[in-house]
């Protein structure tokens, strides 16, 4: 699998323009709503740049459609940038907010799931998926409800990486954000007038206890400047392209549908 081939796959435009590419992408939205016949969207807003910026631009092809468009809180317990998650919501204007505390359940199931034969490791990893996941069945239990279209974030750079929990964050039925890098995301953040301090935020999934607030870029082994050039057909070291190349690789079962025979 070669640069090309991936920056093909990842849907990784040549040309950007940020005033453009968001008004695309709340037309796209837009489109998309009243095809399917929903009643608005829902998300789970987080307090990072991915889902203001999902978010934002969902909340506004909501009100051109006079739509509704639902923010979901999810916190695990008490959130260490709660503050952040606040500011995010009052900049998407959402319809209405939801919160849901995701740690009974969570812990309720790796518990269940306690055992002897993994290391603190791995339990604390597979936790970390479990919250995602679990964010992610409480979006589609709202949406059912209210017969709306759950909203996702994932973007190229972690699309790449394959940062993203399967069946968690990695579900959902419409990406605004699919085959944008990490700067151009943050380029249209700041054409939608979002906070700066959420626009300059080091991204983090904060999932793992054992390594709270992460930053995204420790997890990878390079940085979101080596990924964007990458996928934007620049020359990067030796050492990114293959580690890049080499995620890329070892997650391509969380991009395809389940095989079969």
Do not use: W
Request: include cysteine; charge should be negative.
């Amino acid at each position: 699998m070669d640069q090309r081939t991936i920056r093909a796959e990842l849907r990784v435009a040549d040309e950007f323009d940020a005033a453009t590419e968001t008004e695309r992408r709340i037309g796209f939205l837009v489109d998309y709503l009243e095809r399917a016949g929903a009643s608005g969207y829902v998300l789970g807003i987080s307090g990072g740049v991915d889902s203001t910026v999902a978010g934002r631009l969902a909340s506004l092809a909501c009100a051109r459609t006079g739509r509704s468009f639902t923010a979901m809180r999810l916190p695990y317990g008490t959130q260490g940038d709660e503050a952040d998650a606040a500011a995010a919501v009052a900049f998407v204007e959402p319809t209405s907010t939801l919160t849901v505390d995701i740690k009974p359940a969570v812990d309720a199931l790796h518990h269940a799931l306690s055992a002897d034969d993994v290391t603190v490791e791995v339990a604390d990893f597979v936790k970390g998926n479990i919250k995602a996941r679990q964010r992610m069945a409480a979006q589609y239990a709202v949406a059912g409800r209210l017969g709306s279209l759950v909203v996702g974030t994932d973007q190229a750079a972690e699309a790449v990486m394959g940062f993203f929990t399967k069946y968690g964050d990695g579900a959902f039925d419409v990406g605004p954000l699919l085959g944008l890098t990490k700067s151009r995301v943050l380029a249209i953040g700041r054409e939608l007038g979002a906070p700066a301090h959420l626009v300059e935020k080091v991204p983090t999934a904060d999932l793992e206890e054992l390594r709270p607030a992460l930053p995204d870029e420790v997890a990878y082994g390079v940085t979101y400047a080596e990924i964007d050039a990458y996928l934007l057909g620049e020359e990067v070291s030796d050492r990114a392209k293959s580690v890049i190349e080499d995620a890329y690789r070892r997650t391509t079962h969380k991009r395809r549908l389940p095989p079969g025979p």
